[in-house]
């Protein structure tokens, strides 16, 4: 079973919204400590955008403050990320991770241990 299955993405212009969804399995949203979201562009390195831990705590990064909002909802076992005010550089592949492993709430993609398979996010000018 695929623990992370996301969707939302798609093609926007600047300014725009989207919102992206992560589908969990039951075992994978409730024995982990921490899911987030993080994205990759062409020949850049995966980043951090936005995690959320099980008590709703979230941490951004600073590109993404006031434009991004993280949530959970646990009645769906959904992990979202609204995105507002999307900028060019906003464009990547987007994955939904996980962790069942306590390192705090980090935005370094090499302490989630569950990944999805990510949706595209392309925002042009």
């Known amino acids: 079973q695929v623990p992370l299955v996301e969707s939302g993405g798609g093609s926007v212009q600047a300014g725009g919204s989207l919102r992206l969804s992560c589908a969990a399995s039951?075992?994978?949203?409730?024995?982990?400590?921490?899911m987030g979201w993080f994205r990759q562009a062409p020949g850049k390195e995966r980043e951090g955008v936005a995690v959320?831990?099980?008590?709703?705590?979230?941490r951004y990064a600073y590109f993404v403050k006031g434009r991004f909002t993280i949530s959970k909802d646990n009645a769906k076992n959904t992990l979202y990320l609204q995105m507002n005010s999307l900028k060019p550089e906003d464009s990547a592949m987007y994955y939904c991770?996980?962790?069942?492993?306590?390192?705090?709430?980090?935005?370094?993609?090499?302490?989630?241990?569950?990944w999805g398979q990510g949706t595209q996010v392309t925002v042009s000018s």
């Open positions: 039951r075992w994978t949203y409730y024995s982990t400590y921490y």
């Open positions: 959320i831990n099980n008590n709703g705590n979230t």
């Open positions: 991770a996980a962790t069942n492993v306590d390192y705090g709430l980090s935005t370094d993609p090499s302490k989630y241990n569950y």
